[in-house]
């Protein structure tokens, strides 16, 4: 069974980094992870993705420049490197896993950023 989880997560002042990792369990076709977010009263959105198959790399304009999405494959974790974090950054963030068998999503990890 597939199961993701994410770790840290936490406060930062603007203009600080924080580093994100999703730990995926369970064997599966994967072809794409992704981070989204959540604020509250808001809709989750899309923040970045990586192709399993070739790695290829995609983000939302928001975050450009900022966010670095990286796969560790021996490790099988998809992490998120996110520099000159700004206030308006805070949100749940989740993992996504998109396999062969369907879509699965972490439990969150909340981020927030004080100005």
């Known amino acids: 069974q597939v199961q993701l989880v994410e770790s840290g997560g936490g406060l930062v002042q603007a203009g600080g980094s924080l580093r994100l990792s999703c730990a995926a369990s369970?064997?599966?076709?994967?072809?794409?992870y992704g981070w989204f977010r959540q604020a509250p009263g808001k809709e989750r959105e899309f923040v970045a993705s990586?192709?399993?198959?070739?790695?290829?790399?995609y983000y939302a304009d928001f975050v450009k420049g900022r966010f670095t999405i990286s796969r560790d494959n021996a490790k099988n974790t998809v992490d998120l490197q996110m520099n000159a974090l700004k206030p308006e950054d805070t949100a749940v963030y989740y993992c996504?896993?998109?396999?062969?068998?369907?879509?699965?999503w972490g439990q969150g990890t909340q981020v927030t950023v004080s100005s």
């Open positions: 369970g064997r599966t076709f994967t072809m794409n």
């Open positions: 996504r896993q998109v396999t062969v068998s369907g879509t699965h």
């Open positions: 990586i192709s399993d198959s070739d790695g290829r790399t």
